[in-house]
C-alpha cells in the first residue's frame, strides 16, 4: 500500500504543529489537479475551487473548542452533546480572499466577516497595510483568516500582527488557504507558534517570481478575469 504522505510534503514530514491538511484523497487530488490546469475554464475553476474551499472552511470549523450543551429530544429524552464554545467571524485578506466568503456564510448563518488589504511597500518591499474593517467585537471571537494562496507567508503574518494589535489572541486565529509552499509555513508558524493553519495541499516551494509551483498561476486572475 502506499503512503498517504504526498512526495510534495516529504521535506515537511513531520508537519510543524499546528498545520493541519485536508485529508490527501485521490476526490481531493482530482479536484486540484482541475484548478491546477492552465486549461482549465474560468466557469470550471470557480466550481472546483469553491468545493475545495467549502472542505476547507468545514475542517476549520473542526478546529474551533466546543462546551457540553445538553438538549432535549423530541422523544422526551435528553442528549448529552456539545455545542462551540465561543463566537467566530472571518476576515478575508483582499481581493483572492474574498472568494472565501461565499463558503464561510454558506456553513456559519450570519457570520460576520472583516477585510484586511496588504500590499507591498514600495519603498521598502516589506507587506504594509492599506485598510482594514473588522467587527467592533473581534477581540472577543475565534478569526478564521482567509487567504487561497500561502506562498512567503508576508501578507498573512502581517495580517496576524494587525489582529493581534487589535486584541485577537494569536491562539484564537485559524489561517485557512488552498495551497500552501513549505516556506510559507514554516515562516508563518515561526511567528505564531500558536496560531493553526488548514490548507488543502503543500506544494514544493516557490519559483523566482514567488508563484508556488506547481501551483495554479494567479489565483485572483484565473478567478476574476475570463
Ligand atoms: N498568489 C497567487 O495567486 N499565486 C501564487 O502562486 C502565489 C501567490
Not at 200 to 205: L, N, S
Amino acid at each position: 500500500m502506499s503512503s498517504n504522505i504526498p512526495a510534495n510534503r516529504k521535506n515537511l514530514d513531520p508537519l510543524p504543529p499546528n498545520v493541519f491538511t485536508l485529508a490527501q484523497t485521490p476526490q481531493l487530488e482530482a479536484l486540484f489537479t482541475i484548478i491546477r490546469n492552465k486549461d482549465t475554464s474560468r466557469g470550471d475553476f470557480l466550481f472546483y475551487s469553491d468545493r475545495i474551499i467549502r472542505l476547507l472552511v468545514e475542517e476549520g470549523l473542526n478546529h474551533l473548542p466546543v462546551v457540553s450543551r445538553t438538549v432535549e429530544t423530541p422523544t422526551g429524552t435528553t442528549y448529552d452533546g456539545v455545542g462551540f464554545k465561543g463566537k467566530i467571524c472571518g476576515v478575508s485578506i483582499l481581493r483572492a480572499g474574498e472568494a472565501m466568503e461565499v463558503a464561510l456564510r454558506e456553513v456559519c448563518r450570519s457570520v460576520r466577516i472583516g477585510k484586511i488589504l496588504i500590499q507591498r511597500d514600495e519603498d521598502t518591499a516589506l507587506p504594509k497595510l492599506f485598510y482594514s474593517k473588522f467587527p467592533k467585537d473581534i477581540a472577543q471571537r475565534y478569526v478564521l483568516l482567509l487567504d487561497p494562496m500561502l506562498a512567503t507567508g508576508g501578507s498573512a503574518i502581517k495580517a496576524v500582527e494587525v489582529l493581534k494589535d487589535h486584541g485577537v489572541p494569536e491562539d484564537r486565529i485559524i489561517f485557512i488557504n488552498l495551497i500552501a509552499a513549505p516556506v510559507g509555513l514554516t515562516n508563518f508558524m515561526k511567528a505564531f507558534p500558536t496560531s493553526k493553519i488548514i490548507t488543502g495541499w503543500i506544494d514544493d516551494g516557490l519559483n523566482e517570481k514567488a508563484y508556488i509551483v506547481p501551483g495554479l498561476g494567479d489565483f485572483g486572475e484565473r478567478r476574476y478575469c475570463e
